[in-house]
Structures are given as structure tokens and as C-alpha cells.
């Protein structure tokens, strides 16, 4: 099963310069991808955008515009933010080419994938990587590792171009979407902080890493109920404690 480009979408998120959006649309044409989805950022349709797009126009006319970054990937399951910050999760951050090769290894019909690329002098904000299953980031010279925006979606658009036939067939078994994989988490950190394992300081710390745990864990719909099941159970039976953890 080849990967369904017109399944996969680029997003971005607030792009500051329109002449970068216009640029990212010529990009993705130039490998045969349609999707590009905005978060919030500049008009698309300032002249400096009509330019650069050149024959890609259309995809500024059907570009999607949505006001955070769980909207915009609410009906995806494959979603990778990229990112220059390495920060204590280094050890996970993708390459372009990893990043292809699971697209390609969970491609199915039903299976909507989205790339996600940040502002253009901050990136993606912690949080808002935290949304994404898997990091990516692009390796480049430590003298001058600051690709431009388009530039970054280019390299990320080719490698899924050459990613071609899934030697597998495709993922059966269909992975939960972003918005069900949220809706686990805001459950998950109200019930742990209930039952005071969180950190009422910081409770995105530990968060943090549960994501991590379970995005690995590539569940399905049906293991995100169970787990929502279990968290309905330990929220019902923890009525009335007091929140203090036992020693």
C-alpha cells in the first residue's frame, strides 16, 4: 500500500512571513502533497504569498485555518512536530527519513498524518509538541543549523515521497486520533491529580512523560476506552480522599 498524500497534512502554526506560506505551498505541490492546514499566523493572501506560490495557488485558496493546534490535528493519528530544541527527550527526536518510514509502515486508508513545523524565529512551543506523537528535527551544521520554514517542509515532503510502497500493506489496526488521545489526557491529569500523584505546582512534568509512555504505546480506540474506563473507576472509588499521598 503506497502512502495516501492526500491524507497527509502539512501544518503550519502561526507562520509569520507570507511569502514563507506561499513558498511552503510550492513545496508541497512540488511532491505531490495538497493538505496544508494554518494555525492562526499571517494572511495567506497577501500578494507576497500569491507570489511565491506560483502554480500552487490552489492550495492557498484551500488551505484550512484553525485557532489552536488540537483543532488542527484533532482527525489525525500520525502527527510529528519538528523541532531545533533537543531538550531531555533527545533521545527521540526523528530524522526526516524516520519520520517517512513510520508514515509509510502505518499508512492505511482511513489513517490521516500531519507534519508540523513552528513559528519561524521560536518553532512549536513545548506544549504544543507535547501534542504531537512523535519529534522530528532536520540535522544540520552547528554553525548555522536554522533552516527557512519552506525549506524544512521541503525536505520533510521529499522523504515522503521516496517512503513509496508499505512492505507491510498498511496498519490494520487503527491508532486512536489526536482528539481521543487529548480527551485520555485531560481525563488522566484531572483523576492523578485528584488522587494527588501529580504535582499541583507543576503538573506538566509528570504529564509530560505519560505522554511519551503512551504515544509509544500506539493504542487504538478501544485501549483508549479501556484506560478512560479505568480512569472513571479510580476517580468513583477515590471520592472523598483528601489528596495527600499515604507514606
Known amino acids: 500500500m503506497s502512502m495516501d498524500s492526500s491524507n497527509t497534512a502539512i501544518v503550519l502554526v502561526e507562520p509569520q512571513s507570507p511569502g514563507n506560506i506561499g513558498m511552503t505551498c510550492r513545496a508541497m505541490k512540488n511532491m505531490g502533497l495538497r ?6 499566523g499571517c494572511d495567506r493572501f497577501h500578494p507576497e504569498s ?5 502554480s500552487a495557488r490552489d492550495l492557498l485558496e484551500n488551505a484550512q485555518v484553525f485557532p489552536d493546534l488540537a483543532s488542527a490535528l484533532a482527525d489525525c493519528t500520525l502527527t510529528a512536530g519538528t523541532t ?3 531538550g531531555k527527550y533527545r533521545q527521540e527526536i526523528l530524522s526526516p527519513t524516520e519520520i517517512a518510514g513510520i508514515f509509510r509502515e502505518q499508512a492505511g486508508p482511513e489513517c490521516r498524518a500531519a507534519l508540523v513545523f513552528g513559528r519561524e524565529d521560536s518553532g512549536l512551543t513545548t506544549d504544543e509538541l507535547a501534542l504531537c506523537r512523535w ?3 532536520i540535522p ?6 536554522s533552516l527557512n520554514l519552506s525549506q524544512a517542509v521541503l525536505i520533510f515532503c521529499y522523504e515522503l515521497g521516496k517512503a513509496g510502497e508499505s512492505p507491510g500493506g498498511g496498519r490494520e489496526l487503527q491508532l486512536a486520533t489526536s482528539a481521543e488521545m487529548e480527551s485520555l489526557f485531560g481525563q488522566m491529569e484531572t483523576c492523578l ?7 499541583e505546582q507543576n503538573p506538566g512534568h509528570i504529564m509530560r512523560s505519560l505522554r511519551r509512555i503512551f504515544f509509544r504505546s500506539e493504542l487504538d480506540s478501544r485501549e ?3 484506560l478512560r474506563g479505568m480512569l472513571t473507576q479510580i476517580d468513583w472509588a477515590s471520592t472523598g480522599f483528601d489528596g495527600r499521598k499515604r507514606t
Request: no cysteine; hydrophobic share 45%; charged share 20%.
Open 224 to 226: 483508549v476506552s479501556i
Open 135 to 137: 519529534h522530528a528535527t
Open 84 to 86: 531545533r530544541r533537543h
Open 193 to 199: 491529580q485528584k488522587i494527588g500523584f501529580l504535582n
Open 140 to 145: 544540520a551544521a552547528e554553525e548555522y543549523g
Open 50 to 54: 500569491l507570489k511565491f506560490a506560483v
Open 35 to 40: 493538505q496544508l492546514r494554518l494555525v492562526n
